[in-house]
């Protein structure tokens, strides 16, 4: 062996200042992140100095896609924005279509959209608290909430065949009407929901630990919000009175009576306590749809969008070739643009489409309300602590499908 060194003095560390910050990574595989999001974030300790947002792991090509598919190719794309509440893309996408085409769909129609966009909500709702609750700890709430949305995508799957990529929705209607026994069906499950909500409320809503973790953390200022463009719960929680459905009203939400849930304070404890509210205002909504239900067609009467039935394809020429030419070289709208925003489960949900006269749109554009929530993040978490971060994400309720630019 060689000679042992004795010469060797422990470091000074006396002007080495303690409160060094430190950079890690958390996500994108951490499971609160969703694989699709990454948080560099920069620490003093256990205190948030910085925090920058990289959204960009999760790439669909949405918007690129749609210049090469057909107008009505384009909704099971829409499906996948937020795989959370598929139904309110669909209505999106298919109403922005339709002003493009000028036509209005028929009032039975109007009401089973309304419908099925606030069973969408509801869902989208439940999700997110019920991942939030477990992320906290509290996991028997999420067992409770997940069952409430089974109830709900037992009814979707009714409507439209499937529980989440539903794409049931067409331009100019319906793909097919509801099924028999429908609206008792609904009110019987809202029952059942009702009381899994009262579990969790009583469960958790009043619980000490939960609102300490919660309450004053994550605050975002009205004025803060309007700034960086965040609508829905988010922007409601912070007590700013905007909703699409009542600002620009459409497909008929003028004639429904609901109320607007707001915070006060604008934390994370407001935006779950908002998003709750707004379960029993959307079931308010579909009872209403449902007891008013008014009769007659699914779909306009207009060959430029509606396939003819079948009788008419099987046995005239005529018919044979418009469901060819609707099939293969799509609807043809007016050249021109429309924006068109409807209320998503977590804000404005908007779509820019540019026709130029042929079967497929020349050019869209998605105003994902998650992409702008995650806009504030950084900023949000600054100055909280690492296990802030965590719940603060979860109420934000970022949808990665929304975010791929």
């Known amino acids: 062996m060689g000679d042992v060194r004795n010469d060797w003095q422990p470091r000074d560390v006396g002007d080495v200042s303690l409160s060094k910050t430190m950079v ?19 620490v003093d300790g256990e205190r948030v100095e910085r925090c920058d947002v990289d959204v960009g792991y999760l790439h669909r090509g949405f918007e690129k896609e749609c210049e090469h598919s057909t107008y009505n190719q384009v909704i099971p794309y829409a499906d996948r924005l ?23 769909v028929p009032p039975r129609t109007q009401y089973i959209r309304v419908m099925l966009s606030e069973l969408s909500r509801i869902t989208d709702h439940l999700t997110c608290l019920g991942a939030a609750s477990m992320e906290l700890g509290a996991f028997t709430v999420m067992l409770y909430l997940m069952q409430a949305r089974e109830e709900l995508y037992d009814l979707i799957e009714a409507v439209t065949g499937a529980r989440i990529t539903v794409s049931y929705m067409r331009v100019g209607g ?26 969790a409320d009583r469960l958790l809503t009043k619980n000490r630990i939960f609102q300490d ?10 004025d803060e919000a309007i700034a960086y463009g ?31 849930p707001l915070g006060a304070k604008g934390d994370n404890l407001d935006r779950f306590i908002v998003r709750f509210n707004e379960i029993f205002q959307s079931m308010r909504i579909a009872e209403h749809a449902m007891r008013k239900l008014p ?13 003819p039935a079948k009788d008419e394809v099987y046995d005239s020429i005529e018919g044979m070739i418009s469901q060819f030419k609707i099939v293969f070289a799509g609807i043809k709208p007016p050249p021109g643009s429309i924006y068109f925003p409807v209320e998503g489960g977590n804000g404005e949900l908007g779509f820019y489409v540019v026709s130029d006269g042929t079967g497929q749109p020349y050019r869209v554009h998605v105003r994902p ?3 702008l929530a995650m806009g504030i993040f950084g900023p949000l978490v600054e100055g909280y602590m690492i296990a802030d971060i965590v719940p603060c994400f979860g109420l934000m309720n970022m949808i990665g499908g929304e975010c791929d630019r």
């Open 24 to 42: 890690l990574n958390l996500g994108p595989s951490h499971p609160a992140t969703h694989g699709t999001v990454r948080l560099v974030v920069e």
């Open 82 to 104: 937020n795989y959370v509440s598929p139904l309110i893309n669909n209505v999106g996408w298919v109403l922005a279509v339709e002003h493009l085409f000028g036509i209005e």
């Open 174 to 199: 319906l793909r097919e009407d509801l099924p028999e026994g429908f609206k008792e069906e609904l009110l019987r499950r809202f029952e059942i929901i009702k009381k899994h909500l009262a579990d």
């Open 213 to 222: 973790r919660l309450s004053g953390v994550g605050v975002i200022a009205p």
């Open 230 to 260: 965040l609508t829905g719960p988010v922007l409601r929680a912070s007590g700013v009175n905007y909703d699409v459905r009542k600002v620009f009203p459409y497909s008929g939400y003028e004639n429904f009576e609901f109320d607007i």
């Open 295 to 307: 009769g007659g067609p699914i779909c306009v009467d207009d060959p430029r969008v509606i396939m």
């Open 369 to 371: 309300p998650c992409f």
